[in-house]
């Protein structure tokens, strides 16, 4: 098994560690970042009105989701 080695340390298992680390660093980074608007954001004030269905958008999108679920099938059915 071939070892990599720097000044005569054996880094076997040191980039695996530093991998792992950076990752969780990462997440945890931006797991922080993610609530930073949550802080800034002010309180609801005043009178807040209720929008009507907007049932043209439903079915906008309930087109696109059969759309894509008719395209996902007929694709499965060419690769077999």
């Given at each position: 098994?071939?070892?990599?080695?720097?000044?005569?340390?054996a880094?076997?298992?040191?980039?695996?560690?530093?991998?792992?680390?950076?990752?969780?660093?990462?997440?945890?980074?931006?797991?922080?970042?993610?609530?930073?608007?949550?802080?800034?954001?002010?309180?609801?004030?005043?009178?807040?009105?209720?929008?009507?269905?907007?049932?043209?958008?439903?079915?906008?999108?309930?087109i696109?989701?059969?759309?894509?679920?008719g395209?996902?099938?007929?694709?499965?059915?060419?690769?077999?």
């Open positions: 098994m071939l070892q990599q080695q720097y000044n005569g340390v880094l076997k298992g040191l980039s695996k560690r530093i991998g792992k680390l950076s990752t969780a660093a990462s997440l945890t980074l931006m797991g922080l970042m993610a609530q930073m608007p949550a802080w800034a954001a002010g309180a609801l004030e005043g009178e807040v009105k209720k929008q009507p269905l907007n049932i043209s958008a439903i079915i906008m999108f309930l696109f989701v059969l759309a894509t679920l395209i996902t099938y007929w694709a499965s059915k060419q690769n077999r």
